[in-house]
Protein backbone atom coordinates (compact mmCIF):
# COMPACT_ATOMS: atom_id res chain seq x y z
CA UNK A 1 0.00 0.00 0.00
CA UNK A 2 1.25 3.46 -0.95
CA UNK A 3 -0.47 6.31 0.63
CA UNK A 4 0.21 10.21 -0.59
CA UNK A 5 -0.57 12.78 1.34
CA UNK A 6 -1.28 16.76 -0.63
CA UNK A 7 -2.35 19.92 0.09
CA UNK A 8 -2.57 23.60 0.15
CA UNK A 9 -1.10 23.75 -3.34
CA UNK A 10 -3.80 26.98 -4.03
CA UNK A 11 -3.12 26.32 -7.91
CA UNK A 12 -4.47 29.70 -10.25
CA UNK A 13 -3.63 28.31 -13.68
CA UNK A 14 -3.14 24.60 -14.79
CA UNK A 15 0.25 26.13 -16.49
CA UNK A 16 1.93 27.88 -13.15
CA UNK A 17 4.35 25.62 -11.77
CA UNK A 18 2.95 23.58 -9.69
CA UNK A 19 -0.17 23.26 -11.76
CA UNK A 20 2.49 21.28 -13.82
CA UNK A 21 4.12 19.43 -10.65
CA UNK A 22 0.89 18.11 -9.75
CA UNK A 23 0.22 17.04 -13.29
CA UNK A 24 3.33 15.25 -13.47
CA UNK A 25 3.17 13.66 -9.90
CA UNK A 26 -0.33 12.28 -11.07
CA UNK A 27 0.62 10.94 -13.86
CA UNK A 28 4.14 9.35 -12.42
CA UNK A 29 1.42 7.73 -10.04
CA UNK A 30 -0.29 5.78 -12.85
CA UNK A 31 2.91 4.62 -13.76
CA UNK A 32 2.95 2.74 -10.69
CA UNK A 33 0.54 0.09 -9.32
CA UNK A 34 -1.94 2.34 -9.13
CA UNK A 35 -4.55 -0.84 -7.23
CA UNK A 36 -1.55 -0.03 -4.64
CA UNK A 37 -2.49 3.42 -4.21
CA UNK A 38 -4.41 5.93 -2.09
CA UNK A 39 -4.16 9.47 -2.95
CA UNK A 40 -5.37 11.96 -0.08
CA UNK A 41 -6.09 15.61 -1.12
CA UNK A 42 -6.72 17.47 1.78
CA UNK A 43 -7.84 20.39 0.74
CA UNK A 44 -6.76 24.14 -1.15
CA UNK A 45 -5.94 21.76 -3.88
CA UNK A 46 -7.16 24.14 -6.06
CA UNK A 47 -7.20 28.65 -4.97
CA UNK A 48 -11.01 28.31 -6.05
CA UNK A 49 -13.28 25.54 -6.61
CA UNK A 50 -16.74 26.06 -5.83
CA UNK A 51 -19.50 23.81 -6.50
CA UNK A 52 -20.39 21.68 -9.07
CA UNK A 53 -19.87 24.00 -12.24
CA UNK A 54 -18.24 22.80 -14.82
CA UNK A 55 -16.48 26.72 -14.62
CA UNK A 56 -13.57 24.77 -12.39
CA UNK A 57 -13.37 21.88 -14.30
CA UNK A 58 -12.68 23.13 -17.40
CA UNK A 59 -10.01 25.61 -16.16
CA UNK A 60 -7.59 21.83 -15.71
CA UNK A 61 -8.68 19.54 -18.13
CA UNK A 62 -5.52 17.51 -18.24
CA UNK A 63 -5.24 17.32 -14.20
CA UNK A 64 -9.15 16.40 -13.99
CA UNK A 65 -7.96 13.69 -17.04
CA UNK A 66 -5.23 12.83 -14.86
CA UNK A 67 -7.47 11.83 -11.93
CA UNK A 68 -9.78 9.98 -13.55
CA UNK A 69 -7.19 7.68 -15.42
CA UNK A 70 -6.05 6.88 -11.89
CA UNK A 71 -9.32 6.10 -10.25
CA UNK A 72 -10.10 3.88 -13.73
CA UNK A 73 -6.73 2.16 -13.09
CA UNK A 74 -7.78 1.27 -9.58
CA UNK A 75 -6.70 3.99 -7.33
CA UNK A 76 -8.61 5.28 -4.05
CA UNK A 77 -8.83 9.02 -4.12
CA UNK A 78 -9.94 10.63 -0.91
CA UNK A 79 -10.35 14.36 -1.26
CA UNK A 80 -10.82 16.67 1.85
CA UNK A 81 -12.41 20.07 1.31
CA UNK A 82 -10.21 22.91 2.62
CA UNK A 83 -11.41 26.34 2.77
CA UNK A 84 -11.09 27.03 -1.13
CA UNK A 85 -12.13 24.30 -2.34
CA UNK A 86 -16.81 24.17 -1.44
CA UNK A 87 -18.79 21.94 -2.37
CA UNK A 88 -17.01 20.30 -4.65
CA UNK A 89 -18.51 16.22 -4.31
CA UNK A 90 -20.51 17.39 -8.19
CA UNK A 91 -18.24 17.46 -9.77
CA UNK A 92 -15.18 15.53 -7.96
CA UNK A 93 -17.73 12.73 -5.95
CA UNK A 94 -19.90 12.09 -9.05
CA UNK A 95 -17.87 12.62 -11.89
CA UNK A 96 -14.50 11.38 -11.16
CA UNK A 97 -15.73 8.84 -8.54
CA UNK A 98 -13.12 10.52 -5.96
CA UNK A 99 -14.49 9.99 -1.77
CA UNK A 100 -15.32 13.58 -0.97
CA UNK A 101 -15.82 14.72 2.71
CA UNK A 102 -15.59 18.19 4.85
CA UNK A 103 -14.42 16.94 8.10
CA UNK A 104 -11.77 14.55 9.59
CA UNK A 105 -11.99 11.27 8.40
CA UNK A 106 -9.87 7.74 9.98
CA UNK A 107 -8.45 5.45 7.77
CA UNK A 108 -6.35 2.24 8.53
CA UNK A 109 -3.38 1.96 6.20
CA UNK A 110 -1.16 -1.18 6.36
CA UNK A 111 -1.43 -1.71 9.90
CA UNK A 112 -1.24 2.40 10.98
CA UNK A 113 -4.27 4.45 12.55
CA UNK A 114 -4.52 7.84 10.52
CA UNK A 115 -6.42 10.65 11.02
CA UNK A 116 -6.62 13.12 7.97
CA UNK A 117 -8.18 16.56 7.95
CA UNK A 118 -7.30 19.93 6.45
CA UNK A 119 -6.41 21.52 9.57
CA UNK A 120 -8.95 24.70 9.26
CA UNK A 121 -10.13 23.75 12.64
CA UNK A 122 -6.98 24.30 14.02
CA UNK A 123 -6.35 28.00 14.69
CA UNK A 124 -9.02 28.69 17.53
CA UNK A 125 -7.98 32.10 17.68
CA UNK A 126 -9.15 33.16 13.75
CA UNK A 127 -12.59 33.93 14.95
CA UNK A 128 -13.19 35.48 11.86
CA UNK A 129 -12.96 32.85 9.67
CA UNK A 130 -14.39 30.03 12.18
CA UNK A 131 -17.27 32.20 11.37
CA UNK A 132 -17.01 32.28 7.85
CA UNK A 133 -16.92 28.03 7.87
CA UNK A 134 -19.86 28.07 9.80
CA UNK A 135 -21.59 30.48 7.06
CA UNK A 136 -20.57 28.49 3.63
CA UNK A 137 -20.84 25.15 5.69
CA UNK A 138 -24.37 26.31 6.17
CA UNK A 139 -27.06 23.60 4.75
CA UNK A 140 -29.30 26.80 3.69
CA UNK A 141 -26.72 28.47 1.93
CA UNK A 142 -25.15 25.34 0.20
CA UNK A 143 -28.36 25.13 -2.47
CA UNK A 144 -27.04 28.86 -3.45
CA UNK A 145 -23.95 27.40 -5.19
CA UNK A 146 -26.00 26.20 -7.90
CA UNK A 147 -28.11 29.30 -8.66
CA UNK A 148 -25.22 31.50 -9.40
CA UNK A 149 -22.62 30.55 -12.22
CA UNK A 150 -19.25 29.76 -11.58
CA UNK A 151 -17.86 33.23 -12.80
CA UNK A 152 -19.57 34.73 -9.84
CA UNK A 153 -18.27 32.52 -6.86
CA UNK A 154 -14.60 32.90 -8.80
CA UNK A 155 -15.42 36.72 -8.03
CA UNK A 156 -16.31 36.00 -4.70
CA UNK A 157 -13.83 33.82 -3.58
CA UNK A 158 -10.85 35.64 -5.08
CA UNK A 159 -12.02 38.81 -3.03
CA UNK A 160 -12.52 36.70 0.21
CA UNK A 161 -9.01 34.81 -0.27
CA UNK A 162 -7.23 37.73 -0.44
CA UNK A 163 -8.75 39.44 2.24
CA UNK A 164 -8.16 35.99 4.08
CA UNK A 165 -4.24 35.36 3.05
CA UNK A 166 -3.74 39.17 3.71
CA UNK A 167 -4.83 38.62 7.00
CA UNK A 168 -2.70 35.12 7.59
CA UNK A 169 0.28 35.86 6.10
CA UNK A 170 1.01 38.98 8.42
CA UNK A 171 0.13 36.24 11.13
CA UNK A 172 2.16 33.42 9.65
CA UNK A 173 5.15 35.35 9.51
CA UNK A 174 4.93 37.02 12.90
CA UNK A 175 3.94 33.57 14.71
CA UNK A 176 5.20 30.57 12.47
CA UNK A 177 6.34 29.52 16.53
CA UNK A 178 2.63 29.86 17.94
CA UNK A 179 1.49 27.81 14.86
CA UNK A 180 3.23 25.02 15.70
CA UNK A 181 2.30 24.98 18.88
CA UNK A 182 -1.41 24.70 17.77
CA UNK A 183 -1.20 21.86 15.33
CA UNK A 184 0.54 20.12 18.14
CA UNK A 185 -2.24 21.28 20.65
CA UNK A 186 -4.67 20.41 18.28
CA UNK A 187 -3.24 16.84 17.74
CA UNK A 188 -3.56 16.48 21.52
CA UNK A 189 -7.05 17.60 21.61
CA UNK A 190 -8.77 15.31 19.32
CA UNK A 191 -7.07 12.38 20.22
CA UNK A 192 -9.85 11.88 22.42
CA UNK A 193 -12.25 12.09 19.28
CA UNK A 194 -10.45 9.04 18.16
CA UNK A 195 -7.08 7.30 18.57
CA UNK A 196 -4.42 7.65 16.01
CA UNK A 197 -1.05 7.18 15.04
CA UNK A 198 -0.32 9.78 12.72
CA UNK A 199 -2.58 12.91 12.04
CA UNK A 200 -1.69 14.52 8.76
CA UNK A 201 -3.57 18.13 8.25
CA UNK A 202 -2.45 21.19 6.13
CA UNK A 203 -4.26 24.54 5.83
CA UNK A 204 -1.20 26.40 8.01
CA UNK A 205 1.39 26.18 5.78
CA UNK A 206 3.94 25.15 7.95
CA UNK A 207 5.69 22.50 7.81
CA UNK A 208 5.97 20.13 11.48
CA UNK A 209 6.16 16.34 11.77
CA UNK A 210 6.91 15.94 15.03
CA UNK A 211 6.37 13.31 17.58
CA UNK A 212 3.95 14.54 20.51
CA UNK A 213 2.88 12.67 23.52
CA UNK A 214 -1.11 11.70 23.99
CA UNK A 215 -2.19 10.41 27.20
CA UNK A 216 1.10 8.33 27.52
CA UNK A 217 1.16 6.96 23.54
CA UNK A 218 3.10 8.67 21.15
CA UNK A 219 1.68 9.71 17.81
CA UNK A 220 3.39 11.70 15.32
CA UNK A 221 1.72 15.03 14.10
CA UNK A 222 2.17 16.07 10.40
CA UNK A 223 1.47 19.58 9.01
CA UNK A 224 2.27 19.33 5.09
CA UNK A 225 2.87 22.97 4.46
CA UNK A 226 2.50 24.09 1.03
CA UNK A 227 3.78 24.13 -2.01
CA UNK A 228 4.81 28.19 -1.88
CA UNK A 229 8.35 26.69 -1.47
CA UNK A 230 11.39 26.25 -3.80
CA UNK A 231 10.94 22.56 -3.64
CA UNK A 232 7.56 20.51 -3.09
CA UNK A 233 7.69 17.74 -0.78
CA UNK A 234 4.75 14.94 -0.36
CA UNK A 235 4.16 13.27 2.34
CA UNK A 236 3.98 9.48 1.88
CA UNK A 237 3.33 5.77 3.93
CA UNK A 238 4.72 3.17 2.08
CA UNK A 239 4.50 -0.06 3.46
CA UNK A 240 3.68 1.47 7.41
CA UNK A 241 6.54 3.57 6.89
CA UNK A 242 6.41 7.12 7.02
CA UNK A 243 8.44 9.50 4.85
CA UNK A 244 8.60 12.98 2.41
CA UNK A 245 9.50 12.71 -1.03
CA UNK A 246 10.62 15.75 -3.26
CA UNK A 247 9.11 15.80 -6.52
CA UNK A 248 9.39 18.57 -9.04
MN1 LIG B 1 -6.90 26.22 4.11
Excluded at 42 to 67: C, E, H, R, T, V
Excluded at 107 to 113: P, T
Amino acid sequence: MEAWFISDIHIKTAEERNGQILLRFLRSLLEKNPQQIHLFMLGDIFDLWIGDSQYFANQFPDLMKALKDLRQAGARITYIEGNHDVHIEGYFQKKLGVEVFVEAQYYNIDGLRVRVEHGDLINLNDIKYLKYRALIRNPWIKPLKDVFPGRFWAYLGNRASKKSRARSGDYRTRNEEQLIAMIRNHAERVYREGAFDVIISGHMHVFDDTMVSVNGQKVRSVNLGSWFEDHVKVFRIKDGQCDWVTIS
